[in-house]
């Protein structure tokens, strides 16, 4: 029968029924075929695409865990400097918790311990803990590693030496450790 024929009910039967089944039935028989062909075009770029996002979160996750890390950082330097907050428990790291633990009087980071000496009365001596304040280099702990080890060249042994250890206890970037280290080697 020619188009031209057909009644407006052939022609909406062709179009609603008609048609949607002979495209149901073509997908089954085509349906591998379509496949390949997206496989073929689009694999390559949804690969690169996944590869992308996955490199960007494990960034961002970098990025977060060292922010939190800075930010924990600054927390306990303000509250070192208050003296802690009404409360709460100051922090039980570095040489202040370890004097802690061991029962010795602790006032912000310096620890007071009495010992023997020699000629029989008790010696008081103060262990400090890490602090950024002592340090010779300005706005510790604002630098990036790399701003830092450009700086520890001009700094004497002492100096090089509570660098070393207010970054083994707190940040303790190898970048800044190892320079440290092949500096205080070099004067030995």
């Known amino acids: 029968m020619a188009d031209e024929q057909k009644s407006p009910f052939q022609h909406a039967l062709d179009l609603l029924v008609y048609a949607p089944l002979g495209l149901a039935y073509t997908a089954m028989d085509e349906l591998p075929t379509m496949v390949e062909k997206g496989r073929q075009r689009f694999g390559n770029q949804v690969t690169v695409a996944r590869m992308i996002g996955q490199f960007a979160v494990s960034q961002g996750q970098k990025e977060a865990e ?3 890390g800075r930010l924990a950082g600054q927390a306990s330097t303000v509250a070192s400097r208050l003296g802690g907050f009404p409360g709460v428990p100051g922090p039980t790291s570095g040489a202040a918790g370890a004097a802690r633990s061991a029962g010795v ?3 912000g980071d310096a620890a007071v311990a009495a010992g023997p000496s020699t000629n029989g009365h008790a010696v008081v001596s103060r262990a400090e803990g890490p602090s950024a304040d002592g340090l010779a280099i300005p706005g510790y702990d604002s630098l990036s590693a790399s701003q830092v080890v450009q700086r520890l060249g001009g700094l004497s ?6 660098v070393r250890r207010y970054e083994e206890a707190t940040r303790g970037r190898r970048t800044i450790l190892s320079k440290v280290a092949q500096l205080q080697s070099d004067r030995r």
């Not at 042994?157 to 509570?162: D, I, M, N, R, V």
């Open 105 to 107: 009087a602790v006032n």
């Open 157 to 162: 042994g002492a100096e090089l030496e509570a």
């Open 66 to 68: 060292k922010a939190a």
